[in-house]
């Protein structure tokens, strides 16, 4: 079973609170942008795989919000030691989400190694997150949300997504000063 | 890892800064977020002194590009943070650093142990070309950095974490000599 992308991505908008921040990368970012702009939004990752420790520095520079993370699997990849200073990490805000759809969507749909084998979940859990699951099933996935984001984190969730409906990849904005600006001010208003 | 000279036997001895002061510095900079991940050149003088002191939070990490983004990521609120590490790690973050601290004007603010270099010799003079090319790397990224090793050399670490913030953009400390652990 397999949930497309932004079907799984409209699922959390209900979920989502203002004050909580959102971290997005490559295309869940994109989709996530369409789908529910807002100002909390933080898309000036930089460096393919670091959404996960961007995601851990709000989270431990801003203990009164959420910090839910919209990960992607090439990325996570890229930077699976961040799982294990996650974990170590103490915090309790942080919700990491990820996108597993086993390939390289923007650059070229390639597989990622091990695309068939990869257990993310599993990599979450022996690094000692509080809780970790996957979801392929839309339903199942909906139904669990609000008890995800309500129990201490740092929790994992595996969504194995395909692309849903495509939406405009906008690297000028994610990358724009416009972008971090926006992000910092409203981070600031309290 | 970096090979270190054999040090010889007719290297005139010199001083090394304290850690101890390095650490009054850090927070009379403002700094109680430190991030890190173990440096021969740094471990008993700076980082084993700072792991016990409750003033400071430190947030240990597996390789030294997550801590260019959780650096990055605090300061969107002005939280003040310190990444420690070896050259070898700096040299394994450059692109990170590049995307987060320079094309995103982030305060990224480094300390870097200078692991294989001579204690008596100026890095651009020391036969480990894992140090020497350190400073010229960061000239050529536009990365503004500092030299301690001198015991004096500890003065500036206020002032340059305090530009570093004001005008967004990164700084790196080079530790040129082990602190002493006093």
Redesign the interface.
Same mark, same amino acid.
């Given at each position: 079973m397999i949930i497309d992308r932004d079907a799984a991505l409209s699922a959390l908008i209900p979920h989502v609170a203002e004050r909580d921040i959102v971290v997005a990368v490559y295309q869940s970012c994109f989709d996530w942008l369409q789908l529910n702009p807002r100002d909390l939004n933080y898309v000036a990752v930089g460096a393919m795989g670091q959404a996960s420790s961007h995601g851990l520095g709000l989270a431990l520079a801003n203990p009164d919000r959420r910090v839910i993370i919209l990960d992607g699997d090439g990325s996570l990849l890229m930077n699976l030691g961040a799982l294990v200073t996650i974990a170590n990490a103490g915090v309790t805000n942080l919700y990491h989400f990820l996108a597993a759809n086993r390939v390289y969507e923007v650059n070229g749909a390639h597989p990622l190694p091990g695309a068939d084998r990869v257990d993310f979940v599993g990599f979450a859990r022996s690094a000692g997150y509080a809780g970790s699951q996957s979801f392929g099933e839309l339903d199942l996935f909906t139904e669990a949300l609000p008890y995800i984001l309500a129990a201490p984190g740092p929790q994992f969730v595996s969504m194995e997504v395909r692309p849903g409906q495509s939406y405009p990849r906008d690297y000028d904005y994610i990358h724009s000063a416009q972008a971090r600006q926006t992000f910092r001010a409203a981070l600031n208003r309290g | 890892m970096v090979s270190a000279p054999n040090p010889t036997p007719d290297a005139p001895v010199v001083a090394h800064p304290s850690g101890a002061h390095i650490i009054a510095r850090i927070k009379e900079a403002g700094i109680r %977020?430190i991030v890190a991940l173990p440096d021969i050149v740094t471990s008993d003088g700076l980082l084993w002194p700072i792991s016990n002191d409750p003033e400071f $939070?430190l =947030? $240990? +990490?597996?390789?030294e #590009? %997550?801590?260019?983004? +959780?650096?990055? !990521?605090?300061s @969107?609120?002005? =939280?003040r !943070?310190l990444l420690m590490m070896q050259q070898t790690g700096l040299m394994d973050s450059l692109?990170?650093i $590049? !995307? +987060?601290g320079m #094309? @995103? %004007?982030l305060p990224v603010v480094m300390m870097v142990g200078l692991q294989g270099k001579e204690p008596h010799l100026r890095p651009d003079q020391s036969a480990s070309y894992g140090v020497r090319i350190v400073g010229p790397v960061l000239d050529a990224m536009e990365i503004q950095h500092s030299l301690i090793e001198e015991p004096e050399d500890i003065d500036h670490i206020p002032q340059a974490v305090a530009t570093a913030y004001a005008e967004s953009r990164p700084h790196v400390f080079l530790i040129g000599r082990a602190p002493e652990a006093s």
């Open positions: - | %977020e $939070r =947030t $240990r +990490i597996c390789k #590009d %997550e801590g260019v983004s +959780i650096c990055g !990521a605090m @969107y609120n002005g =939280t !943070a692109n990170a $590049r !995307a +987060i #094309d @995103y %004007e």
